[in-house]
C-alpha cells in the first residue's frame, strides 16, 4: 500500500511542478523577478529580514571595534602595571589599571588590587599569614607583557 502511494505522489509530482510554472510564466531568479512575484507579506518579511540584516553587520562591526580597544589597552597595561607591581607600587598598579577602562585584564586585575588593598589596610580582619600578591601578580603579568 505505501508503494502504491509513493507511486502515486511521483507520477504527479511532474504535473504539479507544470502547472506552477504554467500559471505565473516563467519563473526569473534574479531578485527583480523574484521581487515582482512576491505578495505584501513576502514583501514586507524581506524588508524586515533586510532590516535585521544590517542591524547584524551593525553589531558585529561594534563589538570588533570593542575588542581591538580592549585588546590595545590590555596589552599596554599589563607591562605598566608589572612594573608598577615589581617595585611594590600598589597605588600606582590601581591608577594604570583605572586608567584603561576598556582592558579585561585591567578590570580584573583592578578588583584584585583593590581587594588585597582593602585587606593590607586593615591587618586585623584576616588571621592567616601575609599576602605576597604584587609578585604573584607580577609572575603572572610577565607572560602577557612579553610581545608576541
Known sequence: ?????????LVHVPRAAAWIVQEG???GWDPISLWKQMGIIAKIVV??????SGWSIGVMIDRAMAYNAARKQ?????????????????????KVAERNKKSHLAKV???????????QDSPG???????????????????LSTPN
Do not use: W, Y
Open 109 to 119: 586585575v583592578t578588583a584584585g588590587l583593590m581587594e588585597f588593598k582593602a585587606h
Open 47 to 52: 524588508i524586515i529580514l533586510f532590516i535585521m
Open 1 to 9: 500500500m505505501l508503494a502504491n502511494v509513493a507511486a502515486a505522489v
Open 74 to 94: 590590555s596589552r599596554a597595561f599589563a607591562p605598566a602595571v608589572a612594573g608598577a607591581l615589581r617595585d611594590g607600587r600598589i597605588d600606582e598598579a590601581i
Open 125 to 143: 580582619a584576616i588571621p592567616a599569614r601575609p599576602l605576597r600578591l604584587p609578585s604573584a601578580l607580577s609572575s603572572v603579568l610577565k607572560p
Open 25 to 27: 510564466g516563467a519563473v
